[in-house]
């Protein structure tokens, strides 16, 4: 990759995945893009609506990107609040961004997530190829993206390549209306007030990773051989697979106090009930070398520093 376009860069992962590719490949070798204009000197942006196919061609030709990462999309939460919105984002989006890729010869990314899993999927260690039957409009759109990208490759040879992220944890951007938000949430919660109220039920087991080992993949992914993929998109990526009380007991080791209650939201608790407890990333790691280096308490020491170095 020599110069690359983001989508939705403004975004909870956007915004740390524009500033860790403009270390690696220059300030200027990055474009930023999204609906809205960023606060502040946000670097090389532009204005791009992604259902509007025209703008995002013309300015990927404008620039002279050899990659596109697209992230522009509706998050889970607020996708079974706006279906309709959600699929023209999501489908509507990924559609125009494949296409410029087609046409302008660009290396492709885009993310998959876990909600492109279902109720009949395999619950524990879901492997890499099996039964998605989603039952939401977010997993709807995920899955139909994946054959998109998987397709785009083998009709029109795009360089397509994605990963299916597991809730991913940061202290730097708000997450964007998912159903792991409380494991962000908890934290803020935890140094704001000693104690956190969950959405989601106790025992409810969900895949997550922290952004730091979210970007090294993207990276990690794109630069990988070619010829080493057998699969090139929706690759599952896995580094801690946990539930509500798993965080608190991560939280009470730095601060004993701290006080976890529950009142579950039936929509959110609905939609994680249908994703799987933890996902197998053995693919990733066979074809593309993918390795987390964040367990909870590790992720846990440097969100509560973090986290606390913000607020105070
Ligand atoms: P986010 O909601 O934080 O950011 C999405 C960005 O897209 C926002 O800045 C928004 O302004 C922008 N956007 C929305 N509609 C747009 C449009 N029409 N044109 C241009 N920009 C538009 O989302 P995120 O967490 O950064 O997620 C990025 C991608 O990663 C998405 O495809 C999401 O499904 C996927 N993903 C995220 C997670 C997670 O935990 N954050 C997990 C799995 C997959």
Not at 13 to 34: C, N, P
Not at 160 to 186: C, H, K, N
Not at 251 to 269: A, E, G, L, W
Request: glycine share 8%; with cysteine.
């Amino acid at each position: 990759m020599k110069k690359i376009l983001v989508t939705g860069a403004l975004g909870q992962i956007g915004s740390e995945l524009t500033g860790m590719l403009r270390r690696i490949y220059g300030e200027d070798k990055v474009i930023a893009t999204d609906l809205r204009e960023p606060e502040g000197d946000f670097g090389p942006f532009e204005v791009v609506d992604v259902t509007n196919g025209e703008q995002l061609y013309d300015v990927a030709k404008k620039h002279k990107v050899d990659s596109v990462m697209h992230l522009a999309a509706l998050l889970s939460a607020k996708a079974e609040a706006f279906p309709k919105m959600a699929w023209d984002i999501n489908m509507g989006g990924l559609l125009n961004a494949l296409e410029t890729a087609k046409e302008l010869d660009l290396k492709f990314f885009t993310p998959s997530s876990i909600g492109a899993f279902g109720p009949s999927t395999p619950r524990d260690q879901t492997p890499q190829d099996t039964l998605q039957r989603p039952t939401t409009m977010y997993g709807v759109n995920k899955v139909s993206g994946e054959l998109l990208c998987d397709y785009y490759h083998s009709r029109f040879g795009v360089d397509t390549r994605g990963v299916r992220f597991p809730g991913l944890i940061s202290y730097v951007a708000p997450p964007g209306g998912g159903t792991t938000d409380y494991a962000v949430e908890i934290y803020y919660e935890a140094i704001r007030k000693g104690a956190y109220e969950s959405y989601i039920s106790k025992g409810t087991y969900m895949d997550m990773m922290y952004m730091p080992d979210a970007l090294n993949a993207i990276v990690k992914l794109m630069e990988a051989n070619p010829n080493k993929l057998v699969h090139r998109n929706a690759f599952n990526i896995a580094a801690i697979s946990a539930a509500p009380e798993d965080f608190a007991k991560a939280i009470k080791k730095h601060m004993p106090d701290f006080k976890m209650s529950y009142s579950v939201d039936p929509i959110r608790q609905s939609i994680a009930d249908s994703w799987p407890n933890s996902i197998s990333a053995d693919a990733a790691a066979a074809e593309w070398g993918f390795e987390a280096k964040y367990d909870i308490d590790r992720m846990t020491t440097d969100m509560l520093s973090k986290v606390r170095k913000k607020i105070n």
